[in-house]
């Protein structure tokens, strides 16, 4: 019985430990919770899609604590789909005291991904602003500041997102308070692509980040000259830099008819670490000033 009565006792011990650990490392992380939303499915207006999503709210946060006012960024997948891109951008902006909303565009298609995606990103808009007009019904969350940032695919419905026209459509009265696109094929817009414009915005802060060497647009070229007639659309270059270099993971060669300025052809994904920190910086400090506080 003795050894018996010592065991438990050890056990109990043991678990007090694990407990008490478990507790200080979670203090430092942010409340994850898994949620979804419906969106409108613009094929079939009586079949809307159901989005599922990852909410995160800021590291060292109580989600049964949190005073309201909290910025938020909703964060789009590239043609990929969810990848290790949405998470390493989601834990800066958590540590940054951002909340983050990482929406899977594809599950609710039954979607896989490359090549298995939508025929245009026009078709995944609504989900954008979906999330968004989430976000600002969580009463914590301030639906003044609410951004989003979206890579490839996602960049592309994250500009689209900035024109005055789909906001009217889509927002119900809301708008996102600043854009970033990362590597957004910029020669797509505004050349009979239907759908894919840029010309009327919000008139809302766009960051647009891309590599000196995309296979897409073949260059930063095209994506200066897409910013040139707004005074609030940025560019960011990184040289040496591939398409999708913050996807940190196996460099890959795909193949996709939008690539080299529509000819298509191969793309070089190659991760480049030094390069996506510098861009996740650049991110967060782009919200931080545009949301112009201290968090």
Not at 16 to 32: E, N, W
Not at 46 to 63: A, V, Y
Request: glycine fraction near 10%.
């Amino acid at each position: 019985m003795t050894v018996i009565r010592n065991s438990i006792l050890t056990i109990a011990a043991l678990i007090f430990v694990i407990t008490t650990r478990a507790g200080v490392i979670d203090a430092d992380l942010p409340a994850i919770s898994y949620i979804s939303f419906e969106s409108p499915n613009i094929q079939a207006p009586d079949e809307p899609f159901t989005i599922s999503g990852q909410l995160r709210m800021p590291s060292g946060s109580d989600s049964d604590e949190l005073s309201p006012g909290i910025p938020a960024v909703v964060i789009l997948h590239g043609s990929s789909g969810i990848d290790s891109r949405g998470s390493f951008y989601a834990e800066a902006l958590n540590e940054a005291g951002f909340a983050t909303l990482e929406i899977d565009m594809w599950g609710a298609r039954g979607l896989a991904g490359g090549g298995d995606r939508p025929a245009l990103p026009t078709l995944t808009v609504p989900d954008a602003f979906s999330a968004l007009k989430y976000l600002a019904a969580n009463p914590v969350i301030d639906p003044d500041r609410i951004g989003v940032i979206g890579f490839s695919w996602g960049g592309v419905v994250s500009l689209l997102a900035a024109n005055q026209a789909y906001t009217d459509q889509y927002g119900e009265g809301l708008a996102f308070a600043g854009h970033i696109a990362h590597y957004p094929v910029c020669w797509a817009y505004n050349v009979g692509i239907p759908g894919i414009i840029f010309d009327v915005l919000t008139g809302n802060p766009v960051l647009i980040q891309i590599g000196e060497l995309d296979d897409y647009d073949e260059g930063p070229g095209p994506c200066y000259s897409l910013a040139a007639p707004f005074e609030n659309v940025s560019v960011t270059v990184y040289p040496e830099a591939h398409h999708a270099w913050d996807r940190l993971q196996q460099a890959l060669t795909i193949n996709d008819p939008f690539s080299h300025l529509s000819a298509g052809g191969e793309v070089d994904i190659v991760p480049n670490p030094g390069k996506a920190f510098q861009s996740r910086a650049n991110a967060v400090s782009f919200f931080e000033a545009l949301f112009d506080e201290e968090l």
